[in-house]
């Protein structure tokens, strides 16, 4: 078991700011942790890393307890940038990490390199713009080539090309078998990690969250327009109207397949067909429409 | 080892450490600039004691003669009269001899005025000095007539020893405390405050080596920054002063009895007892950080515990609290230089003891320590 999170509770006072959480991951996977501010993201990951205390339940990574300070070997969590010390360089960083970490110093350079730090690496971090205390964190991070990787916001700062790199280094990690647990509030970005998102709300898991809620919107470019409204109305099936020769459906409501069929059996052409996703942000609107109406 | 460096890292190549090292050697040339203005001030501030002292023995010959005109053959004043005019004789004889090089004659004439002074005040004679004083010194000045040693001025000199001690008593009394606690007061602190803790607490570190690493980096900081205010006292005292002899002697009360230590012997002491104490400082800061979390509730805490310890205790006359004050290098000089019913090494072990308990608890500490 990657992660194994049993009935997490913890309170600050008399508030409760995480009320039983359940997480299982058994194979190697990107995990979305999304919510609004002060809905427990990071306290999830705190006390799942030994930095925060909880009251009740159990926390496994890797199979070992969360105290065992020996499970930082394979597991590693890229926090705040508040972390870092600004009169110490980026390499003082790294080689410190290399050293505890029992790396090879000469990996620095390699993994500089990936992230695009390596001209900065000898200057100190008080000199560090946001983007670029980000790429370090990063690749204080990425170093010991972890199994699991806990991510606080980590696009906070960095420029799209910056946001780019970082995803492509991530989707790399994850493909070498690293699992990946993300909080971000950035949802386009975390529509291009994963399907697999955990929505936090008060403290509390949202258990309907934990299924694939990937499904995609189609937009049918047609040679008649009028005439594809017709045949879709007098068939009942749901769709839009984008532009001139735009026709729009969700997956949810009709496979594409089928759509097609319907519409080339009227003799209608299908010119292009454009394929978007509905991810994060939708779903966020359903479960936290209370909180954007208000 | 790999902790240690990076915690030395921290400290060495901060602003803080830099300003630190940057305000010693100020200090230092701040002394000895101080020393050189008012050493021209040395022969007049000798001349001024003397007229004092002249002042003292006239209005003492004036009380004689009015006795003597009442009572003429009052023997004892006779003898006080005579003791009176002898010294007033020696002063004038002492003024004519200030020269450096004059230096054995002018101890001899000094010693004949003190032994003048305490004969005087046993035979009933009123006089500004003590016994205490006149006894030092006579000691001091025998001490140095035998050593064939010229004294010299205990705030003023640009001997190189003897302004090596100078900045040693400056760095012993409060001097230590105060560079220790901007040093390293915050050094677990200000993790807590900065979060920066969290790097140290997510790696595959025992949460013990942390506290370890924490003292060891302190007291190598604390080494260092010693050595370099040593070794700038040595410089500017090599170069702004004079030779002087590191054989000088300082005066010791051991049991109401005077005895003389070497400035050599006296600085090593000195820096052996304000090291001891800097360590509890630095164990007590730690410590007192993981309970806080904030800088200025564990800075005033430390201060506060020193402050009632030192107080408290050094209320207690009882002798053999020397063996269990562990407060009592907070301010050393006096327990060098006066050593009455306990000798100078007495606290050692228990600031030791209290020192390696408070670390122990600290270890203890951080196993559990959040950052909540």
């Known amino acids: 078991m990657i992660i194994e999170v049993s009935n997490l509770k913890k309170r600050y006072k008399k508030q409760m700011v995480l009320k039983g959480i359940d997480i299982q991951v058994e194979t190697p996977q990107i995990i979305a942790l999304v919510g609004p501010n002060g809905s427990g993201k990071t306290t999830l990951l705190n006390c799942m890393t030994n930095l925060l205390s909880f009251q009740e339940g159990e926390v496994r990574l890797l199979g070992k307890k969360h105290t065992d300070a020996s499970l930082f070997l394979k597991v590693s969590y890229l926090q705040d940038n508040r972390i870092l010390y600004g009169n110490l360089t980026g390499y003082d960083h790294m080689k410190f990490v290399c050293s505890v970490q029992k790396i090879p110093i000469s990996k620095i350079k390699e993994v500089a390199e990936r992230v695009g730090m390596e001209k900065y690496l000898k200057k100190r971090v008080r000199n560090y713009s946001l983007g670029m205390k980000q790429h370090l964190l990063l690749a204080m991070v990425i170093i010991n080539e972890p199994k699991l990787l806990l991510m606080d916001e980590p696009l906070n700062g960095l420029d799209p090309t910056s946001a780019i790199n970082m995803r492509k280094i991530l989707l790399e990690l994850y493909q070498e078998g690293t699992t990946i647990v993300v909080s971000s509030h950035n949802l386009d970005e975390i529509d291009r990690l994963t399907n697999t998102i955990y929505f936090m709300k008060d403290g509390a898991l949202l258990k309907e969250s934990l299924q694939d809620i990937s499904s995609k919107n189609y937009l049918i470019t047609v040679n008649d327009i009028e005439k594809a409204q017709k045949v879709l109305k007098d068939k009942s099936i749901p769709f839009s109207v984008s532009g001139e020769y735009q026709v729009g459906f969700e997956e949810t409501d009709i496979d594409l397949q089928s759509f097609i069929d319907c519409l080339n059996d009227n003799d209608i052409t299908i010119t292009d067909i454009e394929v978007q996703k509905v991810g994060a942000e939708k779903r966020y609107r359903e479960l936290f429409e209370e909180e954007l109406s208000s | ?372």
């Open chain 2, 1 to 372: 080892m790999r902790l240690l460096s990076f915690e030395l890292k921290k400290i060495v190549f901060s602003k803080k450490f830099l300003y630190i090292l940057l305000g010693i050697v100020i200090g230092i040339g701040f002394l000895m600039g101080r020393n050189v203005i008012f050493e021209s001030n040395i022969e007049k501030e000798a001349r001024e004691q003397i007229d004092e002292l002249l002042e003292v023995n006239f209005a003492n010959a004036k009380i004689h003669n009015s006795i003597l005109e009442d009572d003429p053959e009052n023997e004892e004043q006779k003898e006080l009269r005579r003791l009176n005019s002898a010294m007033i004789n020696n002063l004038y004889e002492t003024r004519n001899l200030l020269a450096p090089n004059q230096f054995q004659e002018r101890l001899k004439l000094q010693n004949e005025y003190y032994s003048t002074a305490e004969e005087y005040k046993q035979k009933g004679g009123e006089h500004s000095l003590t016994y205490q004083e006149i006894s030092h010194s006579l000691a001091l000045n025998e001490k140095l007539l035998e050593s064939e040693i010229p004294p010299e001025h205990e705030t003023y000199s640009r001997a190189f020893p003897n302004f090596i001690k100078q900045v040693v008593d400056l760095f012993i009394n409060l001097g230590a405390i105060l560079i220790i606690i901007l040093l390293v007061g915050e050094i677990m602190s200000s993790e807590f405050e900065n979060r920066s803790i969290n790097l140290l607490f997510t790696q595959p570190l025992k949460r013990t080596h942390i506290i370890t690493s924490k003292l060891l980096s302190s007291i190598i900081v604390y080494v260092l920054t010693t050595a370099f205010l040593l070794a700038v006292a040595l410089i500017i005292g090599y170069v702004f002063g004079y030779r002087g002899f590191f054989d000088y002697p300082i005066v010791v009360e051991v049991n109401q009895q005077i005895e003389f230590i070497t400035i050599a012997e006296y600085l090593l002491i000195a820096v052996i007892v304000v090291s001891v104490s800097v360590f509890l400082i630095i164990t007590l800061c730690v410590l007192l950080s993981l309970f806080f979390k904030n800088t200025l509730a564990t800075l005033f805490s430390v201060l506060g515990i020193l402050l009632a310890g030192y107080v408290l205790i050094s209320t207690i006359s009882w002798s053999p609290m020397a063996w269990f004050n562990p407060f009592q290098y907070l301010l050393p000089e006096e327990i060098i230089l006066v050593q009455n019913a306990r000798e100078w090494w007495q606290g050692i072990p228990v600031t030791l003891l209290l020192t390696i308990m408070l670390y122990v608890i600290a270890r203890q500490k951080v196993r559990t320590s959040k950052v909540d």
